[in-house]
């Protein structure tokens, strides 16, 4: 007995529609990573995530110092959040951020976002004189007004520090520590942000022309024979 195909046809429409409908989500919504770890260690990172959605600078006056040139460099570290990176204003020494000896990183977003995480680890310098710090990271949006900061409340291991904003806010980071008697180390390095209003438009335009072709598509297909066709007589 031969069974007709067209309602097959359909139901594979119906599921191509759905998967694509959530992959088109899930592209709007998606996480961007910077691990730090696809260059060389003391490369200079300042322009190479632009294509990513981000760029980096040294912020501080220790960023003049000829050392340092006002350079961001990825610095291979043994005890790392993601091997072998992490970020840095120093090319050669200690890998760490360390705000009035080094400058503090600043991340600069392409596009301002919603939500900031960065792994970071809060390493005391030798007789610190009975003083704390912790790694640190403040968020300013695009007038350079804090819109929220969040601090480390560790020692010698890596915590997540995460800023979020109820939309879009986050024009850029800056990461160091909230003492000099601390070096941060920083790593994976986080942002997402909701998608535009346009993009939202499209993607709604876009979902209903597909809806419609489907729909045309399956009342343009031919109706089945009856059933008694089908019945031997």
């Known amino acids: 007995m031969r069974v007709p195909t067209h309602s097959v046809k359909g139901d594979k429409s119906g599921l191509l529609l759905s998967l694509f409908c959530w992959l088109l989500s899930s592209a709007a919504f998606a996480q961007t990573i910077i691990n730090f770890d696809d260059v060389s260690d003391k490369t200079d990172i300042r322009t190479h ?14 960023c003049a110092d000829p050392s340092i040139a006002n350079g ?14 992490t970020v840095a204003p120093v090319k050669d020494g200690a890998p760490g951020v360390r ?21 970071a680890k809060t390493v005391l310098v030798p007789e610190p004189l009975n003083q704390l710090a912790y790694a640190n990271m403040i ?20 915590q997540t520090l995460t800023v979020r904003t109820s939309s879009n806010q986050i024009s850029k980071v800056s990461l160091g520590t909230s003492g000099n008697v601390a070096v941060a ?5 986080r942002f997402d ?10 993607l709604v335009l876009f979902i209903t022309v597909v809806v419609v072709w489907v729909y045309k598509r399956k009342r343009d297909l031919p109706r089945p024979p009856p059933i008694h066709l089908f019945l031997p007589e």
């Open 185 to 189: 180390l920083c790593d994976n390095l």
């Open 193 to 202: 942000s909701d998608p535009s209003a346009l993009w939202l438009i499209v």
């Open 49 to 62: 995530y632009q294509s990513r959605g981000v760029s980096f600078s040294c912020d501080g006056t220790a």
């Open 72 to 85: 961001i460099y990825a610095r291979a570290s043994t005890f790392t959040a993601s091997l072998p990176n």
């Open 99 to 119: 705000d009035q000896f080094t400058g503090r990183v600043i991340a600069t977003f392409s596009n301002p976002v919603k939500t900031v995480a960065i792994d």
């Open 139 to 158: 968020a300013l949006d695009v007038n350079g007004n804090v819109v929220g900061s969040a601090i480390g409340s560790q020692l010698n291991s890596f």
